[in-house]
């Protein structure tokens, strides 16, 4: 578990709606029980219209920051282990073709997040999250590293 004043690195990959996202971000014990951290992700994928049977690219970036609560003192988890809950917000780009009919629009996100960590050792670690309510919504898979 991270704890306080400890820094960790975190990327992958998720699952979506939108395309496969990739993501890296960055989390701060700033309590024994609780993180903040920040995100990037991007993706991209393409959409055909039966309508006008045209095919039309899209991309998405975000950024967002969260807040976390970690169980593990509370239910008394084994540290190996790290199950967590939180919020966060964040705002997200959206690209389409020039000339794409519909409407996909740039804004604020704010959602939720359920995940869990086991670490391998005191530095390693792989991290599985789902969450919705905004852009970043679907599941995601990954690594953590404690710095």
Not at 37 to 42: M, V
């Amino acid at each position: 578990m991270l704890g306080k004043g400890g820094k960790q690195v975190n990327a992958g990959v998720g699952l979506s709606s939108w395309g496969i996202p990739v993501y890296a971000g960055m989390d701060f014990g700033v309590h024994p029980d609780i993180s903040v951290g920040f995100e990037g992700s991007y993706r991209s994928y393409k959409e055909h219209w039966k309508f006008d049977d045209r095919k039309y690219r899209h991309s998405i970036m975000g950024f967002s920051g969260n807040v976390n609560y970690h169980f593990n003192t509370l239910l008394n988890i084994p540290k190996e282990w790290d199950l967590y809950a939180g919020a966060n917000i964040g705002f997200y780009v959206w690209n389409s073709s020039s000339d794409y009919p519909g409407d996909h629009t740039s804004g604020l996100g704010l959602g939720g997040q359920l995940g869990i960590r086991y670490y391998f050792n005191e530095k390693f670690g792989l991290n599985l999250e789902g969450g919705g309510g905004n852009a970043f919504s679907g599941g995601k898979f990954g690594i953590s590293i404690i710095l």
